[in-house]
């Protein structure tokens, strides 16, 4: 088995060995994984941080060992809080983004295997944060563009908004909506909910396709086009501008 460790700012998994396939989620820097697979120029990875499944190009790939794997994997790393900063190594900079993966930070530096790159923004290791400061997270990304698989202010999907906020507080959500229903304690009723809870909407089908951060048990933020806020009640998420209910309540969950 082969593991690797994310050097760039943001990495397209895509559903297939192709770059014409789909993007159905994204590594950021310093985020860890397994290789599952090779074929031609493909690696099929499995994500360290939410077990995600998908390839990425083989020159986009940067190989680590077991024992970094394992230490990234058992513990907490410190998390780049600015929306986008620069790392330093040397006479280069690189960006990266709001919830990248910060390894090894040693309050000046972190360190991709043996490279030194020097930070100098705001690293917080993410706790289990009170529900206000969650949904004070949740606003960083706001009006970032809807991006199907993004999971960066640059673009981003309603699972991948979500996954990302609670990453920020140091809670692991899966990637996809469906998943993501999966976790944490049923909320019976609107009126009962807390800031900082999950909702989630159904198609017609009755398929969980969306999700969102309550704000208030009036008003939720989610990514649909941007990150965007609007109104709530017991049907759905009402769409002012459009005058008409644009997702389907299906269930609401606790995780904090």
Known sequence: MKYGICPLTVVPLRAEPSDKSEMVSQLLFGEHYQVMLSQNNWLQIKCGYDEYEGW?????????????????????????????????????????????????????????NQDKLTFEGNAKMPMQAEKSILVENAFMYLNS???????????????????????????????????????????????????????????????????????????IIHSSGQVRVDKIDHHGIYDAEQKKYSHKLRVIKRLI
């Open 56 to 112: 990425i190009a083989a020159n986009q790939h940067c190989e680590t060992s077991l024992q970094i794997y394992n230490e990234l994997s058992a513990s907490n790393s410190f998390l780049n809080f600015d929306l986008v900063q620069l790392l330093i190594k040397g006479k280069f900079m690189q960006t990266i983004v709001i919830g990248s993966t910060l390894p090894y930070f040693d309050g000046k530096n972190c360190y991709i």
């Open 145 to 219: 563009p809807y991006l199907w698989g993004g999971r960066s202010p640059l673009g981003i999907d309603c699972s991948g908004f979500t996954q990302m906020v609670y990453k920020l507080s140091g809670i692991r959500l899966k990637r996809d909506a469906r998943l993501q229903a999966e976790q944490g304690k049923t909320i019976n009723l609107l009126a009962e909910s807390n800031p900082g809870d999950l909702v989630f909407f159904d198609n017609e089908e009755g398929n969980i396709v969306h999700v969102g951060i309550l704000i208030n048990k009036e008003n």
